[in-house]
């Protein structure tokens, strides 16, 4: 467990534009707060620790949990989290809250246990879905909300939200951008498992929703001969684009395959999964390939001062824990010592604004994203279709 220390107050942020964010990010200096230059009134007690913890009490602040994993094979990604949570306290202020990281690689039902017997009102994460299962029923005895890192739709219910990047709404955005420039017959090479299904019904939905139709679904397992005969068998009568619901590694093995078997002149689509693969922009054979996701305008700017304040790169995922703390500060203000977390807060149909542009929750409770489209080719990616800025 490792603890992340608030900054002085440096301006509040409350429904902020990318710009105004920007502005932040490239502006913000760590401030360090002195000291008091008289004891302190007899008549206030002082700060005693709290259970094997060793936390002081909180009179004055809000306790709240980061769950991620900080050991295991997702320590890096997890530690990247914390780390922008840290920084999103120091650039707000966050003088409201005391934010905590409890490791779930050691068991997320253990760090969900832990985090409540600590007094945490509030938990930020957990990334992986199976971890958010384990926590949401001990959180929901205890009154405590989930804002949970994952996009795993299922994984959503009362009492947990779901900050995470969503597949089905990247799909929904890239098929609707490509039926207005024209393309009205779709095909999809699509991966097993629970991701590939959700894949594949939200390309026949939106398809028929925008007026078009899919002409062919192709499931393969990850290996050069499944993906090739999956190619291999695509019609051979006329579509426009193909989605691949895949990783760049994929869809740069498929794309080749794709335009020897007839279709050269072919879009090829992808979803947020391309995102965090810049690499992708260097393969002649995607060039001009789309694919949806948030704009990374702000998350360029974010990353500059993460890298001047821990020596390293952010992982694409470290933006989820800035943002939830950005949103979290945001409620604070409402939020009286003592009280619950005010859920009804989250339920803003103006919604909010972030690292990672403008996102709502949902009825569902799962966070719908201003999504822009992005075009791959040489020299790095271009935005084809800016995301709105707002709702």
Sequence with gaps: M????????????SRLSAIGLALLLASCATVVPRGPTAPPPVAKPTPTPSGPAGLPEDIERHRVALLVPLSGPNAAVGQSIADAAALALADTGGKAL????YDTAQGADVAAR?????????FLGPLLSDDVRAVAAPAQAAGVPVISF??????????VWLLGFSPAQSIDRVVRFAKSKGLTRFAGLIPPGLYGRNASNMLIRTAEAAGGSVIAIRNYERSPKSLGAAIATLPKEKFDAVLIADSGRIAIAS?????????????????????AEPSLNNSPAMAGAWFASVDDAVFSQFTTRYRARYGRT???LASLGYDAVLLTVRIAKDWKIGDHFPVDALADDGGFTGVDGAFRFSRGHIAERALAVH?????GGTVV?????GF
């Design 314 to 316: 952010p992982y694409r």
């Design 150 to 159: 994952s996009n795993d739709a299922a994984a959503a219910g009362d009492n």
């Design 2 to 13: 490792a603890e992340a220390s608030p900054r002085r107050q440096s301006g509040m942020l």
């Design 255 to 275: 794309a080749p395959l794709i335009k020897k078997s007839g279709g050269a002149g072919v879009r090829i689509l992808g979803t947020e999964l391309w995102n």
């Design 385 to 389: 279709s800016p995301a709105p800025k």
């Design 375 to 379: 075009q791959l080719g040489p020299g």
């Design 98 to 101: 005391r934010i905590t990281n």
């Design 114 to 122: 832990k985090a409540l017997a600590d007094g945490n009102q509030l």
